[in-house]
């Protein structure tokens, strides 16, 4: 059992005013959210949030970090047109249309210019796709609610780039052992997040941050991967991310913060994102001398050689001066998985990690029904040949890559509600590991392997008592014998009751 998350920024955009300002929009769609959860909100507790200590035993400096680096608190400041901070006592105001805890654990809430799902702190693989899916759902009630309450509309998609060279983010957080050396930890987990992209990838229309090269590529987020590790989220990408702000017990826990994700709209990926990784990491925490052969001797430039290769057949060179393509690699993870697996969770990862990796490697579109990039592909490739043209020979050519109808539907393959994601998964055409009953029910429910329980039911059960909510936190505005507000630690992230629960009935 290992505890993880999924953040995801969602593109916005108001169609009938394609201009508007996206953070405007943002706290707009968050405070829609909150009169659609009806009351069970919260606001969020900053008090955990130290995004500027570094696993690398060192600490930015505040005053040399970017405005992109910091979690503090933010305001839509309309005098200026932008961002802004402030204080309120002491310590950083959270103003409601900015943040929304959520009964089910998660936190809806405008990260810079994009609105975000956190998702709340789940125990396995299966988890991960219900609430993540049940986090589009979320934004998609915001969105309707946000219609009712502005007389206008915004459209959400679940992508990573804007096409005009902006990429946000979908993050993935997973608890790691203390113990483990950081430096061990990113060299041994890199082979693995440069190489998942042929069975995770999104898919994308554009070779370039721009898309300025016409093509297809595997990934969303590999055009935008600069280095190979750093503290940086927004500039200077880093295939790992240093962060250290585990939301836990300091002393047992380190959390790894994965930014080379794409957003998923199909369940597979999701599910193997999550598991696949979890089982890894297992393998690093357990120091299997195996992964050091599969080191790659040079990441970055990797990322963007996998992200080109729809053949999957280019080599990539490792540390130890042999080749491997990225399905090698993959393949060779998957076998030192097998040894790790502890729960019939990980058993079902296992097998439907190796299906896909066989599907790929007899005919990529044999992994269709399962593989992002893959689904998107085909769709693209029956448009290109509906709309071929004779070249000068008469011999029948399909629509160039430039064209701007190929770019639009990969647009709209991401769009929350009735995008081609969407229309595939209601026509039976990809595999499902959620029903929507199951993610029906997340909505407004918690997991209950977590301690996201424990938020989720002061959200839910007491919201009037709730002052704010974070990860490991949950502050209460009650009178007690050491004054007015009374702040909960959970610091365990496997605790899912509290004896306070109880007491409030």
């Known amino acids: 059992m290992r505890v993880a998350g999924i953040e995801t ?28 959860a009806d009351g069970q909100t919260a606001p969020w507790d900053y008090g955990g949030e130290d995004p500027l200590q570094d696993q690398r035993g060192m600490r930015r400096d ?15 400041d309309p005098a200026h047109g932008r961002i802004s901070l402030r204080r309120r006592r002491g310590s950083w105001e959270d103003p409601a249309h900015l943040n929304a805890v959520l009964a089910n654990g998660s936190r809806f809430y405008v990260d810079h210019a994009h609105p975000e799902y956190s998702g709340p702190e789940v125990a396995s693989a299966r988890e991960a796709v219900i609430w993540d899916r049940a986090g589009d759902a979320i934004a998609l009630a915001a969105a309707e609610r946000y219609a009712a309450e502005e007389g206008s509309r915004v459209e959400l998609y679940k992508n990573n780039v804007d096409g005009k060279g902006a990429s946000y983010g979908t993050h993935e957080n997973f608890l790691v052992r203390r113990d483990v050396d950081f430096d061990a930890l990113a060299r041994l987990i ?9 069975v995770v990838g999104a898919g994308r229309v554009g070779i370039g941050q721009r898309g300025e090269r016409a093509g297809f590529q595997i990934s969303q987020r590999a055009d935008y991967m600069e280095t190979e590790i750093g503290l940086e989220t927004t500039l200077r990408r880093p295939i790992v991310n240093t962060r250290d702000e585990p939301h836990a017990d300091r002393t047992l826990w380190r959390r790894l913060h994965v930014i080379i994700g794409d957003a998923n709209a199909m369940d597979v990926p999701t599910y193997l994102k999550i598991g696949a990784t979890a089982l890894v990491l297992s393998a690093i925490e357990a120091e299997d001398e195996r992964l050091e052969t599969l080191v790659l001797a ?9 992200s080109r290769d729809l053949d999957l057949r280019a080599e990539l060179p490792l540390a130890s001066g042999e080749r491997a393509t990225a399905l090698d690699v993959q393949r060779a993870l998957l076998e030192i998985a097998r040894d790790y697996a502890d ?4 058993l079902q990862v296992l097998a439907r990690w190796e299906g896909v990796l066989d599907a790929l490697g007899r005919d990529i579109f044999a992994a269709a029904k399962d593989v992002e990039w893959v689904a998107k592909l085909q769709l693209l ?20 890559w430039d064209d701007p109808r190929l770019a639009a539907l990969d647009l709209q393959w991401s769009r929350l509600g009735d995008g081609w994601a969407t229309r595939l998964g209601a026509a039976g055409a990809v595999t499902r590991i959620a029903s929507d009953d199951e993610v029906a029910t997340a909505v407004h429910t918690a997991p209950q392997s977590t301690r996201a329980a424990v938020r989720g039911a002061f959200v839910s059960r007491h919201p009037e008592l709730v002052d704010a909510a974070g990860w490991s936190t949950v502050v209460l ?3 007690t014998r050491h004054g007015r507000l009374e702040v909960l630690h959970l610091d365990d992230p496997l605790q899912t009751s509290h004896p306070l629960l109880d007491e409030l009935g």
Do not use: F
């Not at 505040?62 to 839509?76: I, K, N, S, Y």
């Not at 040079?298 to 996998?306: I, K």
């Open 9 to 36: 920024e969602y593109g916005i955009v108001d169609p009938d005013a394609p201009q508007a300002n996206p953070i405007l929009l943002s706290s707009r769609l968050v405070s829609a959210c909150r009169l659609w």
């Open 62 to 76: 505040r005053a040399t970090a970017g405005a992109d680096m910091l979690t503090d608190v933010h305001e839509w």
């Open 190 to 198: 890199t082979a693995h997040l440069v190489t998942r992209q042929v």
């Open 298 to 306: 040079d990441p970055v430039g990797a990322v963007t050689r996998v």
């Open 343 to 346: 729960s019939a969770d990980d």
């Open 381 to 400: 490739g029956r448009l290109r040949d509906k709309n071929s043209v004779a070249g000068d020979d008469g011999v029948a050519m399909p629509l160039a």
């Open 477 to 479: 505005d009650r009178e």
